[in-house]
């Protein structure tokens, strides 16, 4: 099983980025996902999720009306759409798949995001 995140990088406060998870090993389309992130000397944080089939997301309220999580199923891809992005912001974007009702769980190595004032 393999989730790579890719997209991060180093932008100025007010730009945007857009993150993706690639997974590959699961079925996909079966698996509750969710992006993360930690912060140094922080606690690792839940950013967005969103449901397998896509139809139900939910947002951090720090994020809310900023970042739009999303999902391709066909191409085993989720999105984060970070917009209007924030010096603290700046954190490691992680990946999630959970498939609860079996117990699996999976993560992705991260990506880093750093905001600019």
Same mark, same amino acid.
């Given at each position: 099983?393999?989730?790579? =995140?890719?997209g991060? *990088?180093?932008?100025?406060?007010?730009?945007?980025l857009?993150?993706?998870?690639?997974?590959?090993? @699961?079925?996909?389309? @079966?698996?509750?996902?969710?992006?993360?992130?930690?912060?140094? *000397?922080?606690?690792? =944080?839940l !950013?967005?999720? @969103?449901t397998?089939?896509?139809?139900?997301? /939910?947002?951090?309220?720090?994020?809310?009306?900023?970042?739009?999580?999303?999902? +391709? /199923?066909?191409?085993?891809?989720?999105?984060?759409?970070m /917009?209007?992005?924030?010096? =603290? +912001?700046?954190?490691?974007?992680?990946?999630?798949?959970?498939?609860? +009702?079996? *117990?699996? !769980?999976?993560?992705?190595? *991260?990506?880093?995001?750093?905001?600019?004032?």
């Amino acid at each position: 099983v393999q989730l790579v =995140e890719s997209g991060g *990088g180093l932008v100025q406060a007010g730009g945007s980025l857009r993150l993706s998870c690639a997974a590959s090993g @699961i079925t996909f389309s @079966i698996y509750a996902m969710a992006w993360y992130r930690q912060a140094p *000397g922080k606690q690792r =944080e839940l !950013v967005a999720s @969103i449901t397998s089939s896509g139809g139900d997301t /939910n947002y951090a309220d720090s994020v809310k009306g900023r970042f739009t999580v999303s999902r +391709d /199923n066909a191409k085993s891809t989720m999105y984060l759409q970070m /917009n209007s992005l924030k010096p =603290e +912001d700046t954190a490691v974007y992680y990946c999630k798949a959970t498939k609860s +009702d079996l *117990g699996l !769980v999976y993560w992705g190595q *991260g990506t880093q995001v750093t905001v600019s004032s």
